[in-house]
């Protein structure tokens, strides 16, 4: 990341230093108990945070949504559907109306891979001064995502560190397992990049493994993902030629690795699951399984980023 980029931005897990990964979930931890004991301390109480969600998002969305209300920031929701983009107007001149408007923070979702530090630049160099937030770009990144994965796992198992995460699924197409990657290493974990040759492959920052069983054998968790679909044919230099059938995939991955996961071991999902497809019901029922636990955690994570963004001096490392 260049350092010209003002560090309130949080653009990707790659560049952070496992400090920063530490203030956020120490400062995640501590909203989780004040949630639970209703004591949340509005901290953003009349700052202002916009949404801006270009691709659809059901769990990441709401999660932002109610951790700035949380906090007591004001939410301006954009609807990118019924707004001037569909006029032609560009990303930065939405941004910046929005910023005129009185948003102190951007929280982005972009189907390109990179728009989001683009935008990020863009408004740095015209002198805005407004955060921005990666709510997942294209097959980039998704830190708020990884934060509440590594969050959900420290839960879970105390540490991420010297835990083996076995991530199965459609790896090359997923912003979600390359900043889980990179969020699990930091935190002095190790990863396994799991699934067919036309999801995973080398170069992608950890082992890479075919065979379900070797790629999973000693895991403390599975993260499955969704096959992405939408992404098929775009980067990666794939198309049709590299993609598996879902019945095939469904039974030499699905089916072979939840029938292999460790005792001990929790099951995760970042949503949204294709029930019967990357998982089973059974494993969703399954008590290992934290899908949910996931999802809440999005909370306390969100509200520990947003105050990164918005508040000097807490957490700005
Ligand atoms: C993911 C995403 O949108 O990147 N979901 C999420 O944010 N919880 C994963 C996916 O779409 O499969």
Redesign the pocket.
Request: aromatic content about 0%.
């Given at each position: 990341m260049p350092t010209a980029l003002h560090h309130r931005h949080l653009l990707g897990i790659a560049g952070l230093t496992r400090a920063s990964l530490r203030d956020i979930l120490d400062r995640a931890h501590a909203h989780a108990d004040d949630i639970a004991s209703g004591s949340v301390e509005p901290t953003l109480t009349g700052r202002f945070i916009s949404t801006l969600f270009l691709e659809d998002?059901t769990?990441?969305r709401i999660s932002f949504e109610t951790a700035a209300t949380r906090l007591g920031a004001s939410l301006i929701r954009f609807d990118a559907r019924t707004s001037s983009l569909s006029k032609g107007e560009t990303l930065l001149d939405t941004a910046q109306t929005l910023i005129a408007g009185g948003a102190e923070c951007l929280i982005l979702r972009h189907a390109s891979s990179g728009a989001v530090a683009h935008l990020a630049h863009a408004l740095d160099a015209s002198g805005h001064r407004a955060a921005i937030v990666n709510a997942?770009d294209g097959m980039h990144e998704?830190p708020t995502?990884a934060l509440l994965d590594v969050y959900t796992l420290e839960r879970r198992l105390g540490s991420v560190e010297g835990r083996l995460v076995a991530i199965v699924g459609d790896v090359l197409r997923?912003?979600?397992a390359r900043s889980l990657t990179h969020a699990v290493q930091t935190l002095g974990g190790r990863v396994h990049h799991v699934g067919p040759r036309a999801f995973v492959r080398e170069g992608t920052g950890a082992p890479v493994f075919h065979d379900p069983l070797e790629g999973t054998r000693g895991a403390d968790a599975v993260c499955f993902?969704?096959i992405?679909h939408e992404r098929v044919g775009s980067g990666g230099g794939s198309g049709r030629s590299t993609y598996l059938p879902v019945s095939a995939y469904r039974r030499l991955y699905s089916d072979a690795v939840e029938g292999l996961i460790p005792e001990g071991a929790i099951v995760m999902h970042?949503?949204?699951v294709n029930r019967g497809v990357e998982l089973g019901i059974e494993t969703l029922n399954d008590p290992r399984c934290v899908v949910l636990d996931q999802v809440s955690a999005g909370v306390p994570i969100r509200m520990a980023v947003l105050e990164r963004a918005l508040l000097e001096g807490r957490g700005n490392a």
């Open positions: 998002s769990r990441t997942g998704h995502q997923s912003r979600v993902l969704r992405q970042p949503g949204p």
